[in-house]
Nanobody, 115 residues
Framework: QVQLVESGGGLVQAGGSLRLSCAAS????????MAWYRQAPGKQRELVAS???????NYAGSVKGRFTISRDNAKNTVYLQMNSLKPEDTAVYYC?????????WGKGTLVTVSS
């Protein structure tokens, strides 16, 4: 059974930084594209960043230049380094992957950015 467990969320002031982690189990982590999504109150869930097994990355325009996605295949973990945080980055952040044609989501970690 695939499990994705996020950690690292919290309360931070605008301009600050946080690093999110997503630990994966029950899958061959190194072959999978991994992604971070977020959902702000009253808004739809949106893609924040993704990273392929070849470490090609993709970012939403709103976070490009501020966020960095990376992975450590030895630890089965994907990270999201978030710098220069803004109040509009406040959301629940979810880890996501597709494995053997099934969608898997973590339970999410809350990031709150105060102004």
């Amino acid at each position: 059974q695939v499990q994705l467990v996020e950690s690292g969320g919290g309360l931070v002031q605008a301009g600050g930084s946080l690093r999110l982690s997503c630990a994966a189990s029950g899958m061959i982590f190194s072959i999978n594209t991994m992604a971070w999504y977020r959902q702000a109150p009253g808004k739809q869930r949106e893609l924040v960043a993704s990273i392929t097994n070849g470490e090609s990355t993709n970012y939403a325009g709103s976070v490009k230049g501020r966020f960095t996605i990376s992975r450590d295949n030895a630890k089965n973990t994907v990270y999201l380094q978030m710098n220069s945080l803004k109040p509009e980055d406040t959301a629940v952040y979810y880890c996501y992957t597709v494995y053997r044609f099934m969608n898997y989501w973590g339970k999410g970690t809350l990031v709150t950015v105060s102004s």
